[in-house]
Structure formats: structure tokens, C-alpha cells
């Protein structure tokens, strides 16, 4: 996931074309006004961590809609106590982490093809079982699952050929809730989907990881290993910044991502803001970082 900034700038600035590149005159530390967006990059650095740091992620992905907050709750004893709230959408059909071998009759906790729980019911046409209702399962280990089937069907016949239809995952463990909705086909014998997620927990990582990762976004090389990478200095929001530019295709786990003109501004090692095109569709994801 990339996050990044874009806020207003305090010094004079020259807007460069249309995409939106502030040419400021001085590094400040931040514009610091969060009625104009601006930001207080001080906080970047782990010595001025603090309660009540919030830093958000918002702005348009490739795939969809994103947004994301980090707050601060307390710090303590070398230790960050934050929460972390996300939201993110695919509009298009992608295609899945999962293939459909997956969806056997065992994937669950009980065989669709012979029996099901009270709470779900199973139709089946011909060698197509479609799935409706909901079921808990909870481990020995205290994790929760809640699965939910909206006309979810699975073709089997000794072997799955389709897949469709909509399963919505919730996970619960130890101040996490992760709740996943699948939007399922199958195109070409591949399995494609596209998801929605809400994403709250709440951790505690030392100061030192939060500001390595847990936190804002750190700056990865090996995120665009394949694509060509030219990088500049420049200004943004009133602070100097290295301006990465990527173009190319990097693959990323099952899926190929190909950028173009996209750029990213970094401060400190820190993501600033990311816009540019992948894929084909424009990515502008803004941070901002204040105490509330």
C-alpha cells in the first residue's frame, strides 16, 4: 500500500503544468495549518513523539478509494500506544491471492457437498452449490472468524471450475478487527475479485518501530525493483524533499503493476505524497501528520 502527501505551501509557489508540483523557496518544517492541510513535519522525527500525533492517508488509488488515520493514544515507557483505522476500496475486478483450488470442500470447517450449519443454507444445480448465511468459527487460539455467504457459488465436480458471488470475512483477535467483503468471478478459469476492507486495531510498538514502518510510510527501494527510478531534489510544503520518478513494470506478489510517471515525494525517508499513473489510472494519495 502506498501512502503519501500533497499539502498547501506557505512560501511562494509556482504550480508546474497541471499535476500539481509546489516549487517553494525555503525548508520551514511543515506549513503547521491543518484548516489549509498543512502539516508538521517535526513530528516525523521520533524524538518529538507525542499523544494525540495523527497522521492521514487520503486520496485516490489506482484500484479505488482509500483512506487511512493513525492517532497517537499515549505514549509511555519507550512505548506507542495508537490506533490505526483503514478503509479501502477495488473497483475492478482483479485477480485474487487465491486460486480455485482453493474452494475444495474442505476450505471450511464443514463440507459444502454434504452438510452445512444451522445457519447457512446450500442450493445445488447440477455440480453448482450456492451458498447463503453466516457461521462463526472461533479457535482455540481466541481468534474469530465471521463468514457471511451472499449467493456464493461454487462449482465442484471433483475438481472447482467457477467461482462467484459475494464472502465477506471478519477477523477478531487481540484488538483487531479486519473485516474483508469479496466480490467474486472467474474469468478464463482464472479466479478474479474485488474487495472491500475496514480495518480498526489497536497496538503497542516501541518508539522506534512505530517511526520504522508501524507509523508514517517509509520509503521502500525494493517496492519498484524492476522499474526504472530517477530521483530529484526540490521542494514541497515548505520542507526540501527527494522527488522519486518511476516507470516501468514491477511485479507485486501475483499481480503486475506498470507505472508511469509516478512520482514520489520524500522527506527524511518519509512519504510525502504519491501521484502519477498505474496501470493505466491515476494514483494521488496525500498524507498529513498534526497533533490533534
Known sequence: MNKTLAILAVVVLVVAGGCGIYLLTKDNGGS?????GGSDYSLL????????????????????????????DAVKDGNVYYTDKVYSKEYDY?????????????????????TTPETVTVSKDGDTYTLNGKWVDISGFGYKFTYTYTGFKI????????????????????????DTTYDFKTEG?????????????????TVEEFYDGYGPEVYEADSYEGA????????????????YTVNGKVTEDYRELN????????YKGY??????????????????????
Open 271 to 292: 512519504v510525502l505524497w504519491t501521484v502519477g499513473k498505474v496501470n493505466g489510472n491515476t494514483t494521488d494519495i496525500k498524507m498529513t501528520i498534526n497533533v490533534a
Open 45 to 72: 522525527d521520533p524524538k518529538n513523539v507525542k499523544e494525540g500525533i495523527t497522521i492521514t492517508y487520503t486520496g485516490t488509488p489506482y484500484y479505488g478509494e482509500f483512506d487511512e488515520s493513525i492517532i497517537v
Open 259 to 266: 507505472y508511469e510517471d509516478y512520482k514520489v515525494y520524500v
Open 228 to 243: 526504472t527510478v530517477t530521483s530529484s531534489e526540490g521542494s514541497y510544503d515548505g520542507v526540501k524533499v527527494t522527488i
Open 32 to 36: 503547521k495549518d491543518p484548516e489549509r
Open 94 to 114: 482483479q485477480r485474487h491471492y487465491m486460486g480455485l483450488e482453493t474452494f475444495t470442500p474442505d476450505i471450511f470447517e464443514f463440507d459444502y457437498t454434504v
Open 155 to 178: 462449482t465442484y465436480g471433483g475438481e472447482v471450475t467457477n467461482v462467484s458471488g459475494i464472502w465477506d470475512r471478519v477477523y477478531e483477535y487481540d484488538g483487531v478487527v479486519l
Open 189 to 205: 478459469g482464472t479466479l478474479m475479485s474485488r474487495a472491500t476492507t475496514h480495518l480498526e486495531m489497536k497496538d503497542t510498538v
